[in-house]
């Protein structure tokens, strides 16, 4: 095979991504289709197009283990399709491993890997599935329908064709004249009106055009209703109904042709389907096609065009100090000018950046998809039933704080589970219901999106967590006594508090709560965790809504400017140094009847003094994340900025404190605070000392 | 300068047959790839020809290969245009059909540059329309 580009890998991988969770997204619809007693052909159709598109695409990029699974999925799929084998929760459990092991492959893939990957027992079991197929019946043209119509059904299409027949549908063809430049939405118009009535099988251009804009189809169409039914909800100028006679000399019906094989796709719930239909009750899924048109692009592109509108946003600062130094010289037409110029800049570099930003937010359902699965896998392998509440998966966020969600929340769902939820017989016992819950929230607040997994089980045990941290040392017995509330349940924080002893298949893969938090911490958020005894456990994280760009406020602590990311700055006011008190040996204010604990920015990064620091009057900027507060006692104010932070080269990145740098106005270099680390170090006391006052920029 | 129609669904197939048909050495004097994204593109482009070959996937939603083989061969403009099937190998059913109704050829997926360069332009270079089946 040719050298193919990088470029071209990355858009295969990530084509192949797209295709695993759409192929996700129909099992779980068909998975609650099931449940509620109906299925929809269509969704196992769209798993074999997708599994069959990925298995071209794998032997073209060479993605030999990617095909190989592909290969055996697609023909179980087949058969699933056509009829040939039954379908139901064994059949889809096999489908869903699948699904993982597509997700592991794919990995290993993209890394390069020639790691083993346990797959035998999924293609055992694919095997073992697919060798329940029964060889079905040829194809029916019991019907007076045109040879060239015939001639261009599918295979999925004709068993699509067949199974209506069985069902004693009457056939229609509805031959339709479409404008073409609007065929896509007219088309799907009609199919969504022609569903109440019935199925359409095929779509036929019959090549007879009434002029060069327009094409005429031939729609087959099976529906249980009659002609003029049809005619009234489907007629227009542009639509003409025939009813297809059915040949005298065969009756179809269930008497004369039985199918070889009732499977459950078959009769009964088809009807139950239809019933469904009728009721205007499924709603469609969205189809493989949707996703061919928009654009893929690759997230550093963004961050590039990002890092541009920063620099611009430096230029528009110089452009404010240019016209401000205009004015101060007497020019003030010349200012004037500049100023309404700067002005206009200033909106359209705005409107710029948040186009840009809004290209990087992906829905958070993404993630709950994945999560959806790793419940229903979890819920099945601890024997536990759980109902899974999603709320808020249209809630928008970075693309790249998506991409590292998943971890998190894929481990604290599997503690919630493993750790919470208690086993069904508890349950009932307890009076609570016998499937537990496990509802995952989204919802933005302010600049914040807010994600809260709650389980309704047994809590927290506050006396087990107290004493575990006692037996590993974090703690004295004294010093757990002193313990609020709060402060116990963060316990599940540290390292080793929330790892068990029993490494078991779900929550004991040796990562704890403490990496949870780190990993949240990384993408500048936070998580709390509440929890009641026997009510439930909640834990909430609080996350920036992007990472691209931030609104900081700019301050001055001894010589340097530096930035406070605003999303973590609640208030900022003035500070009197007469009103602190020691409380702790911590320097504390009281702000609206509440204790604020303080800290001296110089002092605490080893700044040097502004010459005029004791006479000037200074600020208290009231940094808060989540529940926790602290003061940062700095020497000035100069306002809001939006900057775009840079990372620290590797020679800092283990500097705690910082986010990064940014690019100040006049071509310096500005650190940006980590508000997050800083809160975390101070109110933990472990105020280590540490060097600012290295060369920088 | 040849002009040649890719109907398939899946992009990185497209950019895949676009690249190895820009490659080929005999494109050198320029040749302009056309794709669709779907058959109702497919629909769309087609009156905009005429064009020396079509490439087409059998797969797709709502109007699929087989459709717009049918389709082609039915319109005034594109009754001799070279017709390639591009589909896996468990679609030999559609494939057949796809033949029958007049399709010039077919590469089963996954197929190599060289086979596809080989394959186009025993249209593309010689006599047109000779609606033999190959393979």
Redesign the interface.
């Known amino acids: 095979?040719?050298e193919l580009s990088d470029k071209?890998r990355e858009?295969?991988f990530s084509?192949a991504q797209e295709i695993i969770e759409t192929l996700s997204r129909n099992l779980l619809s068909l998975d609650a289709s099931i449940k509620s007693g109906a299925s929809d052909p269509s969704l196992i159709n769209e798993a074999f197009?997708a599994v069959?598109?990925l298995?071209?695409?794998?032997?073209?990029?060479g993605a030999v283990r990617l095909?190989a699974l592909s290969h055996r999925l697609?023909?179980v799929l087949?058969d699933l399709r056509l009829g040939r084998i039954e379908f139901g929760q064994d059949v889809l459990d096999v489908l869903f491993a699948a699904v993982e092991a597509y997700t592991r492959i794919l990995q290993a893939e993209k890394a390069n890997s020639d790691d083993e990957l346990d797959v035998e027992g999924l293609f055992t079991e694919l095997e073992r599935i697919g060798a329940g197929a029964a060889e079905h019946q040829s194809p029916v043209a019991e019907y007076e329908l045109d040879p060239?119509l015939l001639?261009?059904?599918?295979?999925y299409?004709e068993h699509r064709l067949r199974a209506n027949i069985d069902l004693q549908m009457q056939l229609y063809r509805l031959r339709v004249q479409f404008d073409?430049?609007t065929?896509?939405k007219a088309?799907e118009e009609i199919k969504e009106r022609a569903k109440r009535h019935g199925e359409i099988i095929?779509?036929?251009?019959?090549?007879?055009a009434t002029s060069?804009d327009t094409?005429e189809l031939d729609l087959l169409m099976a529906s249980r209703d009659d002609l003029a039914t049809l005619v009234g909800s489907l007629g227009a100028d542009n639509v003409v109904i025939e009813e297809i006679p059915r040949r005298a000399r065969r009756s179809v019906g269930a008497g004369t042709m039985p199918p070889r094989h009732q499977t459950s796709i078959g009769r009964a719930d088809s009807v139950a389907l239809q019933r469904e239909l009728d009721k205007g009750g499924l709603e469609t899924t969205s189809?493989?096609?949707s996703l061919?048109?928009t654009v893929?692009v690759d997230i550093r592109k963004l961050d590039h065009l990002m890092n541009i509108v920063g620099e611009l946003a430096i230029v528009r600062s110089a452009f404010g100090r240019m016209a401000e130094k205009l004015r101060g010289e007497g020019q003030r037409k010349l200012a004037a000018e500049l100023l309404r110029m700067h002005r206009n800049f200033d909106r359209r570099l705005g409107e710029m950046q948040d186009g840009i930003l809004e290209v990087r937010m992906v829905p958070l359902g993404q993630v709950f998809d994945r999560l959806a699965r790793v419940v229903r896998q979890i819920s099945r392998e601890v024997g536990k039933e759980i109902r899974l509440v999603i709320t808020g998966a249209e809630t928008e966020i970075d693309k790249l704080i998506v991409e590292e969600l998943s971890d998190p929340l894929m481990h604290m769902i599997r503690n919630a589970i493993d750790h919470g939820i208690e086993l069904g017989q508890r349950r009932v016992e307890v009076g609570k219901p016998l499937a537990g819950t496990i509802a995952l929230n989204a919802f933005q607040k302010g600049n914040h999106v807010m994600i809260e997994v709650e389980d309704d089980g047994r809590g927290i045990d506050l006396a087990g967590l107290t004493e575990k941290a006692i037996s590993l040392g974090k703690l004295t017995r004294n010093e757990a006594s002193e313990l609020s509330r709060d402060e116990v349940l963060a316990l599940i924080f540290l390292p080793g508090l929330s790892t068990r002893e029993l490494v078991d298949d779900v929550s004991g893969r040796g990562v704890g709560m403490d990496v949870v938090k780190t990993n949240i911490g990384k993408l500048g958020g936070v998580i709390d965790v509440h929890s009641e005894t026997g009510i439930g456990t909640k834990m909430t994280i609080t996350l920036p809504i992007t990472l691209a760009i931030v609104s900081a406020l700019m301050i001055q602590a001894g010589k340097h400017t530096l930035a406070i990311p605003l999303s973590s700055v609640s208030e900022a006011i003035a500070f009197d140094e007469a009103a602190v008190r020691m409380v702790d040996g911590r320097e504390v204010i009281t702000l609206r009847g509440q204790t604020l604990p303080l800290c001296r920015l110089d002092r605490l990064l080893n700044l040097e003094a502004a010459p005029d620091s004791m006479s000037r009057r200074r600020f208290v900027v009231v940094a808060a994340l989540g529940q926790r507060r602290l003061g940062l006692v700095v020497d000035f104010l100069y306002g809001q900025e939006d900057i775009v932070i840079k990372p620290l080269g590797k020679s800092l990145a283990d500097v705690r404190g910082f986010a990064g740098a940014t690019e100040l106005g006049d071509q310096r270099v500005g650190l940006v605070l980590d508000a997050a680390s800083l809160i975390e170090e101070v109110l933990a006391g472990v105020e280590a000392p540490r060097t600012l006052e290295r060369r920088h920029g | 300068m040849p002009r040649i129609l890719i109907v398939e669904?899946?992009?990185?197939?497209r950019?895949?047959v676009r690249?190895?048909l820009e490659?080929d050495p005999r494109s050198a004097t320029g040749i302009d790839v056309v794709e669709a994204?779907?058959g109702?593109e497919a629909?769309?482009l087609l009156?905009r020809g005429p064009y020396d070959l079509v490439i087409t996937d059998?797969?797709?939603?709502?109007?699929?290969g087989?459709?717009?083989?049918?389709?082609i061969r039915?319109?005034e403009l594109h009754r001799e245009t070279p017709v390639l099937i591009i589909s896996?190998q468990?679609?030999e059913?559609?494939r057949a059909?796809g033949l029958?109704?007049g399709a010039n050829g077919y590469l089963t997926?996954?197929?190599?540059?060289?086979a596809l360069q080989s394959e186009a332009w025993r249209f593309l270079s010689g006599t047109r329309a000779e609606a033999k089946p190959h393979g």
Do not use: C, W
């Open positions: 095979m040719a071209a858009e295969f084509e197009r069959h598109t298995k071209g695409l794998s032997g073209l990029f095909g697609e023909d087949d060239g001639a261009v059904l599918t295979e299409e073409l430049s065929i896509d088309l095929t779509y036929l251009p019959t090549g007879e060069a094409i189809s493989l096609r061919t048109q893929r | 669904d899946s992009v990185s197939m950019t895949f690249s190895a490659s994204s779907s109702f629909l769309r009156p059998i797969n797709m939603p709502d109007i699929n087989l459709e717009l083989i049918s389709f039915k319109s896996t468990s679609s059913r559609d059909r029958l109704l997926k996954p197929f190599s540059p060289e």
